[in-house]
């Protein structure tokens, strides 16, 4: 699993920015249900919406809720989609209206959307002008795997398509089940100690509130910053030798310079040679292929058990 090449200092900011929208706080949504219009649901800031008819023209503002529509079966129906929209492909055939920073309301008008859904983190702080621009906004705010599936009821309620919805969730939970049903039986003591190099300079990674560090756990490892001070952290060399993971996970394809790092030759996972590079956005992105980390991962930390 690879992703694109190394960056400057900005990109890994505004990278860790990006991962940090994928956390926030959840709803509760029991099942999928079948969609009536005209309808009235709850979304994660709290809001009730009203949704008279299926949503014809859906503008997403997120890569993941822009992937969620897609997986859902109504990726024709998105008319504007925020910047690194870029999963499925035919995603980044779609017009981009913002990114994470600024929203292009001129252009959204334009396209005369009668849904929009977005992160709850970024679309409250443009909440006021899109209420005044008078557009349906529908923000999830999922914190963890569940709430994760629980959206994706939510918005399968919201665009008409309930039961496609339950199908996906469906498929995630045994996906989630096959790997928690085995890692139960796996002592502590066989559970490796991992450590996420999110970025290098500074050195990050992820800390409890990521779901890094929820998958990690799910596929029957331990996070070397379980202990952190947020979901994503800057953190010390010094403490990766101190903390001696047994493996090292980088979102980045830089294994190389990581193995050649003088300080780190000691390192458990150095010297074993498990250093191994993941998909950044399949561990951070809030859609479904939060189950297919989950399954990579334990190949990854149990390989004599799933592989």
């Given amino acids: 699993m690879r992703i694109g090449g190394k960056g400057g200092r900005l990109w890994g900011f505004a990278l860790a920015l990006i991962f940090c929208l994928a956390i926030g706080g959840g ?3 029991s099942q999928g249900e079948a969609s009536v219009f005209p309808m009235v649901i709850t979304d994660g800031l709290g809001r009730k919406l009203e949704i008279t008819s299926v949503p014809q023209k859906i503008i997403t503002l997120t890569p993941s809720v822009t992937e969620n529509v897609f997986a859902l079966g ?3 129906k998105i008319v504007g989609v925020s910047s690194y929209s870029d999963y499925p492909v035919a995603a980044t055939k779609k017009p981009i209206v913002g990114d994470a920073f600024q929203l292009n309301f001129e252009q959204i008008l334009l396209l005369e959307p009668d849904l929009i859904i977005g992160d709850a983190q970024l679309v409250q702080s443009h909440m006021a002008k899109l209420e005044e621009l008078g557009l349906p906004v529908l923000a999830i705010n999922p914190t963890s795997l569940q709430e994760v599936m629980e959206d994706l009821l939510l918005i399968g309620q919201a665009i008409g398509r309930g039961d496609g919805a339950r199908q996906v969730v469906d498929e995630m939970q045994a996906k989630i089940r096959r790997v928690t049903n085995v890692v139960k039986l796996i002592p502590k003591e066989d559970r490796p100690l991992v450590f996420v190099e999110v970025w290098d300079e500074p050195l990050m990674t992820c800390g409890p509130g990521s779901f890094m560090q929820e998958l990690i756990e799910l596929a029957g490892g331990e996070n070397l910053a379980a202990d952190a001070g947020g979901a994503w952290v800057e953190y010390s060399s010094e403490q990766v030798l101190i903390g001696d993971p047994e493996v090292i996970l980088l979102t980045r394809p830089y294994v190389q310079e990581v193995m050649e790092r003088v300080p ?3 390192v458990r996972a150095v010297v074993t040679g498990s250093v191994i590079e993941v998909d950044a956005d399949a561990f951070v992105r809030t859609t479904p292929r939060l ?13 004599e058990i799933f592989q």
Avoid at 291 to 303: G, R, S, Y
């Fill in 291 to 303: 189950a297919d980390a989950l399954v990579d991962l334990a190949n990854i930390l149990h390989p």
């Fill in 264 to 266: 780190w030759q000691q």
């Fill in 74 to 76: 109504a990726g024709d």
């Fill in 27 to 29: 709803h509760s949504l």
